[in-house]
């Protein structure tokens, strides 16, 4: 039996895959298990740097602090899977504390809901879905992460 190599993308292909998308899954390294939580993200085309929001709160707080090394996980996918992509990134993530840049980088969180999210999607940040996307700006309860450090990048398609 033959195997089927699933191919690869090239930088283009992935990095418009990425720029494309605003949701992907972090994978921590857990206790005794990988800890995975969805994240939504920005991505810098110019610096070419994904940015994260998160809560200052939970697991993935603790996790972080414990060990910054991360995989991210971004897909697009058909509902029959006719048509697949997914992009496995190995890196470190930071905290941005640069209070200028952080909310620099919020107000981009903040249009991206705005233009192309319902305001529900202010909840999984810890903010009342009947709020204005400008609370990410002036509130205190998330955190900006980058992922930097990148040492793998796996970016696969269907054929």
Same mark, same amino acid.
């Given at each position: 039996?033959?195997?089927?190599?699933?191919?690869?993308?090239?930088?283009?292909?992935?990095?418009?895959?990425?720029?494309?998308?605003?949701?992907?899954?972090?994978?921590?390294?857990?206790?005794?298990?990988?800890?995975?939580?969805?994240?939504?993200?920005?991505?810098?085309?110019?610096?070419?740097?994904?940015?994260?929001?998160?809560?200052?709160?939970?697991?993935?707080?603790?996790?972080?602090? !414990?060990?910054?090394?991360? *995989?991210? @996980? #971004?897909? /697009?996918?058909?509902? =029959? %899977?006719?048509?697949? &992509?997914?992009? +496995?990134?190995?890196?470190?993530?930071?905290?941005? !504390?640069?209070?200028?840049? *952080?909310? @620099? #980088?919020? /107000?981009?969180?903040? =249009? %991206?809901?705005?233009? &192309?999210?319902? +305001?529900?999607?202010?909840?999984?940040?810890?903010?009342?879905?009947?709020?204005?996307?400008?609370? #990410?700006?002036?509130?205190?309860?998330?955190?900006?992460?980058?992922?930097?450090?990148?040492?793998?990048?796996?970016?696969?398609?269907?054929?």
């Amino acid at each position: 039996m033959n195997m089927v190599k699933i191919p690869k993308m090239s930088k283009e292909e992935y990095d418009k895959l990425i720029s494309e998308n605003h949701i992907s899954r972090i994978a921590f390294t857990g206790d005794d298990f990988p800890y995975i939580a969805p994240f939504m993200y920005i991505f810098d085309d110019h610096e070419k740097f994904l940015y994260f929001l998160s809560t200052n709160y939970g697991k993935k707080i603790d996790l972080f602090q !414990k060990n910054p090394n991360v *995989a991210v @996980e #971004i897909e /697009k996918y058909s509902e =029959d %899977m006719s048509s697949y &992509k997914f992009i +496995t990134i190995q890196g470190r993530i930071t905290e941005v !504390k640069d209070s200028k840049n *952080a909310d @620099e #980088i919020k /107000k981009q969180f903040a =249009d %991206m809901i705005d233009k &192309k999210l319902s +305001t529900k999607a202010l909840a999984a940040l810890g903010y009342s879905p009947g709020k204005s996307p400008e609370a #990410i700006i002036e509130g205190e309860n998330v955190l900006v992460w980058k992922l930097v450090d990148v040492n793998s990048i796996v970016a696969l398609k269907n054929p």
